[in-house]
């Protein structure tokens, strides 16, 4: 009999926490239909922002793993001096350093100066640094839209809540507009809950994006000194041969 009790009692107590706590769902989907119309909005703002910060994480970590193969590939090659397939390798990589530095490579076999020589490699630079940073800002912009959409919401809330009250009697007036601007308050803490994971995903990839670009400047450093290295050494095979003449 006492046991009976005692789970009669606790199904009453559980029954009435689960009344008590109606679970994370039914609190989110409360949350968003009382934050009103702009809820949708700044919910598809979060959407295309996440969408956006996936796709650059993605081709940001697919780009370095390029960059790294197609280095390694070509360091031993331009160790060698084999310029010629150095080019080919470049030619046919579709890493960000394979393109900047087929174009160089195009100028080593030309007579160009080496200021010719950077110039290529810059040109070829300004060419891949656009598709590093692309839609990247977008989240810096996306952040700031669903904070001003909050506060967009929350504004008129208050409007709405404060035309509501003007006829209702006094006594009623506190409770109506303090739940009238609870509710209102909703679009503002929803627009800073996707704005801040915007932004952050903004600084990670801006940092992301500069640690690949210092790489491809620093391949393309080192590539300019190879040159420079190989070079003198061409240029002294005429002069040997002029001497034993």
Do not use: C
């Not at 700044?42 to 370095?64: D, H, P, Q, T, Y």
């Not at 003007?166 to 679009?187: C, F, G, H, Q, R």
């Amino acid at each position: 009999m006492a046991q009976a009790q005692t789970a009669n009692a606790n199904q009453l107590l559980s029954s009435a926490a689960e009344q008590a706590d109606p679970g994370t769902y039914s609190t989110i989907v409360s949350f968003f239909q009382d934050g009103g119309v702009f809820m949708y909005p700044i919910m598809l703002v979060f959407i295309f922002g996440l969408a956006i910060a996936i796709e650059r994480f993605i081709f940001l970590n697919m780009m370095k793993m390029k960059n790294h193969s197609a280095w390694k590939k070509l360091l031993p090659v331009l160790n060698q001096g084999n310029f010629r397939q150095a080019l080919d390798i470049a030619t046919n990589s579709r890493s960000a350093v394979g393109r900047i530095l087929a174009y160089g490579l195009s100028k080593v076999g030309k007579g160009r100066r080496h200021d010719d020589l950077e110039m290529a490699m810059e040109e070829g630079l300004m060419e891949v640094l656009p598709r590093l940073e692309k839609r990247t800002p977008y989240l810096a912009t996306f952040a700031n839209i669903a904070t001003l959409l909050g506060l967009l919401g929350t504004i008129l809330g208050l409007i709405k809540a404060f035309t509501a009250v003007a006829n209702v009697d006094p006594a009623e007036k506190a409770n109506i507009l303090s739940a009238s601007i609870s509710i209102a308050m909703n679009t503002t803490a929803f627009g800073l809950m996707a704005a801040i994971p915007l932004l952050l995903a903004f600084t990670f990839l801006q940092t992301k994006t500069t640690q690949v670009v210092d790489s491809i400047e620093m391949a393309t450093v080192k590539f300019v000194n190879l040159i420079r290295d190989a070079r003198p050494a061409e240029s002294a095979k005429p002069s040997i041969k002029k001497n034993i003449n």
